[in-house]
């Protein structure tokens, strides 16, 4: 199982949720790295100074993967699927596999998309 982070979960983990904080770190203690892409850190990212410093810490301990041509086009295929329009979240649970934990703030969006895709997810609210 992976932890696989959308842009919500990343400002929760700026604004300092302990929760999510805490998960992270079983994660990393486990051996496990948590994932995400570009794409979400995009949607939140704003220097990495002052105040998102919690924030470029946490992103130093992810895998941040690239948005790259095939990842895209499938992202856009799955789109199509589920008659959804956000390559963001298409392209985040491309990414993950069955059995993964995506923490997210649109559980209602992501929903749609995993059961296109056919994955067996567990979709964390935060």
């Given at each position: 199982?992976?932890?696989?982070?959308?842009?919500?979960?990343?400002?929760?983990?700026?604004?300092?949720?302990?929760?999510?904080?805490?998960?992270?770190?079983?994660?990393?203690?486990?051996?496990?790295?948590?994932?995400?892409?570009?794409?979400?850190?995009?949607?939140?990212?704003?220097?990495?100074?002052?105040?998102?410093?919690?924030?470029?810490?946490?992103?130093?301990?992810?895998?941040?993967?690239?948005?790259?041509?095939?990842?895209?086009?499938?992202?856009?295929?799955?789109?199509?699927?589920?008659g959804r329009?956000?390559?963001?979240?298409?392209?985040?649970?491309?990414?993950?596999?069955?059995?993964?934990?995506?923490?997210?703030?649109?559980?209602?969006?992501?929903?749609?998309?995993?059961?296109?895709?056919?994955?067996?997810?567990?979709?964390?609210?935060?």
């Amino acid at each position: 199982m992976t932890v696989v982070l959308d842009a919500g979960a990343l400002v929760a983990i700026q604004r300092g949720d302990r929760m999510l904080i805490a998960a992270l770190k079983a994660e990393l203690e486990a051996g496990r790295v948590p994932l995400t892409h570009g794409g979400v850190v995009g949607q939140v990212w704003r220097g990495g100074s002052g105040r998102q410093a919690r924030l470029a810490r946490a992103i130093g301990g992810v895998d941040v993967r690239a948005i790259d041509d095939d990842l895209g086009r499938r992202a856009g295929v799955l789109l199509g699927r589920a008659g959804r329009a956000d390559v963001i979240d298409a392209a985040l649970v491309l990414l993950a596999t069955d059995g993964d934990e995506i923490y997210t703030s649109d559980v209602d969006d992501l929903k749609p998309l995993a059961a296109a895709c056919g994955k067996l997810l567990d979709l964390v609210g935060v």
